[in-house]
């Protein structure tokens, strides 16, 4: 919240209640999914503000885009510095990982292919272990 109003955002009800759900949930979230959980805390809430908080959001780097077979139109909270994600395919979960060796790798394979590697982004999908006790694989 500080943050958004250190970049001169005006921080409505119908925002903040955006923001709150975005920031702290360990799901991915759809801005559809963001909608109906943000309601519950504001009522009043329309589409409309959800997708414009979420671009904020998104170019303050608070949020960050999740790239799915169906497209880009999910977020999950950012985090500071580099980091790779790690997702459930069955229920949204998300986590940060760091994975020193995926450095080197990646500079391996810049030498190999004789590319002076810029960046990367990556992540990675799979089953958490709350939904293979749920019997999903
Ligand atoms: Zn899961
Ligand atoms: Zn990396």
């Given at each position: 919240?500080q943050?958004l109003?250190?970049?001169g955002?005006?921080?409505?009800d119908?925002r903040?209640?955006v923001?709150?759900?975005?920031?702290?949930?360990?799901?991915?979230?759809?801005?559809?999914?963001?909608?109906?959980?943000?309601?519950?805390?504001?009522?009043?809430?329309?589409?409309?503000?959800?997708?414009?908080?979420l671009?904020?959001?998104?170019?303050?780097?608070?949020?960050?885009?999740?790239?799915?077979?169906?497209?880009?139109?999910?977020?999950?909270?950012?985090k500071?510095?580099?980091?790779?994600?790690?997702?459930?395919?069955?229920?949204?979960?998300y986590?940060?990982?760091?994975?020193?060796?995926?450095?080197?790798?990646?500079?391996?394979?810049?030498?190999?292919?004789?590319?002076?590697?810029?960046e990367?982004?990556?992540?990675?999908?799979?089953?958490?272990?709350?939904?293979?006790?749920?019997?999903?694989?």
């Amino acid at each position: 919240m500080q943050k958004l109003r250190d970049n001169g955002y005006r921080l409505t009800d119908a925002r903040e209640a955006v923001v709150e759900v975005v920031i702290n949930s360990d799901r991915v979230l759809k801005p559809c999914e963001v909608f109906d959980l943000a309601r519950a805390h504001y009522g009043k809430l329309g589409l409309v503000s959800v997708y414009r908080t979420l671009e904020k959001l998104e170019e303050l780097g608070m949020i960050q885009r999740v790239h799915q077979h169906q497209g880009c139109q999910a977020f999950v909270a950012a985090k500071e510095g580099h980091h790779h994600l790690l997702l459930c395919s069955v229920c949204g979960r998300y986590e940060y990982f760091q994975g020193e060796n995926l450095e080197s790798f990646f500079a391996q394979i810049g030498i190999e292919k004789d590319y002076q590697i810029e960046e990367h982004w990556m992540q990675v999908f799979g089953v958490c272990s709350t939904c293979r006790r749920q019997g999903y694989s």
